[in-house]
């Protein structure tokens, strides 16, 4: 008790002298918040970079060997290599096609409808190569990437390489190995890039949003990718005509074990498509990867139990073609919905599919080899339009609705609609001009003769064991 006076006088004696000290600190204190916080904004994230370098190679592994093993094994016998050779190729020339002018018009911002040639053969990219960089700088639009330009360049162009290997199913046994070569060169830059670009560029005039619309919702790839591939698909095989036999000789795949494993590589893969599309590591990424899982799931029970019902016994090939359907169809929606929303897109997606592919194919008459129409061109517009329906969760894709409960759109709804008939429209008028004038240049199908011989001996001079 005695104590406590002199330690209150010592207190007292000292409050001043801290107050002081705390006073003279607090100026260089203030001044250097905002350079740590300038400073850490400038840095690259780890963890964004390293997923961002992960889901780059998943989705590579999804083209090859997961697309080429998955058309191989639904293939002839006669034509298992000549179908792996254009999985290989294309993902050879589309990398370089990316590297010199691919990326350039379709994520630099030069006008509403295509990019300009600021990073034509990557120009541009030493400045910079280990700081984050800007998408859109200079636009309204424009936003703050976390990975190294190089990182997002590369996780771009594993998509436009699947997407036009995706087509390589609709024509598969019959079109020649330099058609498909210069086809896939061009269409690349004139169909892909600019679909690309208005959807997901910044500046892009469906990202943006026409007729007083919202922007395009397309999280991972729905129309850039599956129905920008699928009505592409559905015009080469209306274009090269129907192989030798169709309806007559016995088409069935020669080994879907091959088939089986691919759609696995596909599936796993898969998560980098559409989980890596948040472009960083975070919980967007983390919900975008269980609705891709459960709408894949979904589906594949949807199709196997249809086609059940339909044709009395549940196929491999229905099971695998299904799990592929919810994944297409799951892609745009995939950062914007819960997983309730994801089990309908896949349910929906594997009945409707499983339709397309067998009853609308059968109706029309083409001839869709490996169903690139029917499960890429019908999944993508079905995970399209759903997207309008669904994406106004917690994790909404309108920034005005940010309660977490589902709100019916008609206007994204529209907006969605308007995406899909751009994408048909352009795809598919400039897919059939690219296919005449190849065609004109080297021809693009083998005769009947070498059709009927298989075109792993006609065209590569190798035989399947």
Not at 4 to 14: F, G, H, I, N, V
Not at 122 to 146: M, R, S, Y
Request: aromatic content about 10%; hydrophobic content about 55%.
């Amino acid at each position: 008790m005695l104590a406590l006076p002199d330690c209150s006088k010592r207190l007292a004696l000292a409050l001043p002298d801290c107050s002081k000290r705390l006073a003279l600190a607090l100026p260089a204190l203030m001044l250097a918040l905002p350079a740590w916080a300038e400073d850490a904004a400038a840095k690259l994230d780890s963890g964004d970079t390293a997923w961002m370098l992960t889901s780059t190679a998943l989705v590579l592994m999804m083209t090859i060997p997961g697309l080429a093993l998955f058309y191989a094994g639904m293939v002839r016998k006669k034509n298992i290599l000549a179908t792996m050779m254009q999985s290989f190729m294309i993902t050879c020339l589309i990398t370089v096609v990316w590297m010199v002018a691919g990326y350039s018009l379709a994520f630099t911002n030069g006008s509403a409808y295509l990019g300009d040639f600021s990073r034509v053969m990557l120009a541009g990219f030493g400045a910079n190569w280990d700081k984050p960089f800007i998408l859109g700088a200079g636009t309204e639009a424009a936003v703050t990437q976390t990975v190294p330009e190089s990182v997002f360049m590369m996780f771009q162009m594993t998509f436009a390489i699947i997407t036009p290997g995706l087509i390589a199913g609709a024509f598969a046994d019959r079109m020649k190995f330099s058609a498909m070569c210069l086809f896939m060169v061009a269409w690349s830059l004139l169909v892909y890039s600019p679909i690309a670009h208005w959807v997901w560029a910044p500046t892009g005039f469906l990202a943006a949003g026409i007729f007083g619309l919202p922007g395009a919702a397309d999280f991972a790839g729905g129309t850039v990718v599956h129905i920008n591939a699928g009505i592409a698909g559905l015009v080469c095989c209306l274009v090269l005509g129907k192989r030798i036999g169709y309806g007559h000789d016995n088409m069935a795949p020669f080994n879907l074990s091959l088939a089986v494993i691919g759609a696995a590589m596909l599936w796993v893969g898969w998560f980098g498509f559409n989980a890596g599309s948040a472009v960083a590591a975070n919980g967007r990424a983390g919900m975008a990867m269980a609705a891709t899982q459960i709408a894949a799931a979904a589906a594949a029970l949807a199709w196997t139990f249809a086609e059940w019902m339909h044709k009395g016994k549940p196929s491999v090939l229905g099971a695998i073609s299904g799990a592929v359907a919810g994944l297409v169809a799951i892609t745009p929606a995939s950062g914007f919905v819960l997983p309730d929303a994801a089990l309908i897109i896949g349910i929906v997606a594997g009945v409707v599919c499983f339709w397309a592919a067998t009853s609308l194919k059968r109706m029309l008459g083409y001839d869709d080899s490996l169903d690139a129409f029917g499960v890429h061109g019908v999944g993508g517009i079905v995970g399209a339009l759903l997207t309008g329906v669904f994406a106004f969760g917690p994790l909404t894709a309108d920034k005005a609705n940010p309660a977490g409960v589902y709100v019916a759109s008609l206007a994204q709804f529209e907006a969605q609609v308007v995406t899909v008939l751009v994408t048909l429209i352009w795809s598919g008028v400039m897919t059939y001009i690219i296919l005449k004038i190849v065609d004109a240049i080297v021809g693009l199908r083998v005769t009947e003769d070498e059709e009927r011989e298989g075109l792993d001996v006609v065209l590569h001079g190798e035989r399947l064991s």
